[in-house]
């Protein structure tokens, strides 16, 4: 099977931004009942409390990371879990779902990628004091979105 | 419809919770629910706990859900149970390995409680 990713490159390059914001608010949409909407990141500048990342191999190679406060996250968790209290090991998990769902939805939105791209687990990192070196080195797009009037950052960084 | 067993194989518990809700949200009545965190987990499970549903996803640590399908066709205590995969793996070559391989409905995450009735009640009505 073929591995050439310039196709994808050239079709996509200038809409990785809105797949990866219609692929974020499906899934704050569906999963949290939450209609949210890109803002300004420099408005609202994110926290990185929580961390939740998912890697990507394949045709497309890099990183999907979701970055929010510590308070977000354990929304999200209550919200998923139905407004039931989520303990501390649910909140990462749901932060680490919440990335994944991303991920595979924005995958899924490439025509000729999805076939071609895998996602590895996700992983959670909680706490601000850590520097974070992607080996993916190429295009890289943020969106920030308010979740509960709280900035989430979600960003996708690609292998060039 | 009787009351059912069902067994959720997903390795977030968080998931795990959510599909539950979304069974009974969907009007599946359960019986009991067994949770496994991957495939390896669910095959162990089976052996000791019958089930008439499962509810798998497909990249998980340890076993992932395509290699639990293949091997819970060979179990006899599982011959006849509908598999349906939740994931978030979308492409078409998923959908028909899963299928292939014995699976009997197919959900893309995120999904809705609509999608848990739309897929997985048809397959408790029709029994092989």
Request: aromatic share 4%; proline share 5%; glycine share 6%.
């Amino acid at each position: 099977m073929s591995t050439d990713t310039s196709f994808i490159t050239r079709s996509h390059e200038e809409n990785w931004l809105p797949v990866l914001e219609l692929a974020v608010e499906e899934v704050f949409e569906i999963m949290l009942g939450c209609r949210v909407k890109p803002v300004a990141q420099a408005e609202h500048p994110p926290s990185s409390e929580f961390t939740a990342m998912i890697g990507l191999a394949g045709a497309l190679c890099g990183v999907i990371t979701v970055c929010c406060s510590a308070k977000s996250a354990g929304q999200m968790a209550t919200k998923m879990l139905g407004d039931a209290a989520a303990s501390q090991s649910e909140v990462g998990d749901a932060l680490g779902e919440i990335c994944n769902m991303i991920a595979g939805n924005f995958k899924n939105k490439l025509a000729g990628t999805d076939e071609r791209c895998m996602l590895s687990v996700p992983t959670v990192i909680s706490g601000e004091e850590y520097s974070l070196h992607s080996m993916a080195d190429g295009k890289a797009v943020e969106t920030v979105l308010l979740f509960e009037n709280a900035p989430v950052a979600v960003r996708l960084e690609l292998q060039a | 419809m009787d009351k059912i067993r069902a067994l959720i194989v997903d390795d977030s518990s968080v998931m795990r919770k959510i599909v539950e809700r979304s069974l009974r949200q969907a009007g599946v009545e359960l019986d009991k629910v067994t949770e496994a965190g991957n495939g390896a987990e669910a095959l162990a499970s089976l052996q000791e706990n019958p089930v008439d549903l499962i509810l798998c996803d497909i990249n998980m640590p340890v076993m992932d859900g395509l290699e639990f399908v293949r091997e819970a066709a060979k179990l006899e205590c599982a011959k006849g149970v509908p598999i349906v995969m939740i994931t978030t793996e979308g492409s078409e070559s998923h959908v028909v390995q899963a299928l292939s391989a014995g699976a009997r409905g197919y959900i893309r995450k995120p999904f809705t409680p609509d999608q848990v009735k739309e897929h997985v009640l048809p397959v408790l009505v029709k029994k092989p």
